[in-house]
């Protein structure tokens, strides 16, 4: 069904993986902004190379070049009836940007879940991660920082969302197809419903 939904939570809280689970579940594309930029720095494009220093550190990358990733994204044809964004917005002020954009198509978000896990359990995942991986930015300091860089720049989108009335909070603790049923329960209470 056409849904746009935004996945929101620290990293490592399991946002990838419930995702693409999601994304199968109600026919939408999931859209990482990690996962775009990852592979424009394993091709070596110019965004990617003006990505790197900012992703190998944890931190974000600016604003202006996320937004504009993510605005030529939406245009594509299989975004129109609805997507699952993981990853973005990260910021108030693509918050902003995304706003803009959805209202000039006469759209605006549906729900937001957001995945709650605390810093001590994502940085055990994370360094499994790192080991299983090999991503850089699981290195423990650096995972350190990003939790740090959410904390301070995307942890207030929360508030955001919840004053608009659009957010669910989802215990991410747990089997992976249990945080599924819990995220699924939680927009179906928002007519966000999936097939059996
Ligand atoms: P995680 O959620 O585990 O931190 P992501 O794959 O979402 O991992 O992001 C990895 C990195 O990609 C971030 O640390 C950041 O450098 C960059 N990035 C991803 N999404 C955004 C965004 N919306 N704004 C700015 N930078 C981003």
């Given at each position: 069904m056409s849904a746009r939904l935004l996945l929101i939570g620290?990293?490592?809280?399991?946002k990838g993986t419930q995702a693409h689970r999601l994304s199968t579940a109600l026919g939408i594309p999931a859209i990482s902004t990690g996962d775009i930029f990852r592979e424009h720095l394993r091709n070596e494009t110019e965004l990617g190379l003006k990505a790197k220093a900012y992703m190998d550190a944890g931190d974000n990358v600016p604003d202006s070049l996320t937004n504009d990733l993510v605005a030529d994204r939406l245009?594509?044809?299989?975004a129109t009836a609805g997507f699952l964004l993981d990853?973005?917005?990260?910021?108030i002020d693509q918050v902003r940007a995304l706003d803009e954009l959805l209202a000039a198509g006469g759209a605006s978000m549906d729900a937001v879940v957001e995945l709650v896990a605390e810093p001590d359990v994502v940085v055990e995942r994370l360094k499994k991660r790192a080991l299983e991986?090999?991503?850089?930015?699981?290195d423990e300091a650096v995972v350190r920082h990003r939790l740090e860089v959410y904390a301070q720049q995307t942890a207030p989108l929360i508030g955001v969302y919840d004053e608009r009335g659009l957010l669910a909070k989802v215990d991410g603790i747990g089997e992976v197809a249990e945080v599924t049923d819990r995220i699924e329960a939680a927009l179906a209470t928002r007519g966000i419903v999936f097939a059996a």
């Open positions: 620290p990293p490592g809280a399991g245009s594509q044809p299989d990853g973005y917005p990260r910021t991986q090999g991503r850089s930015d699981d």
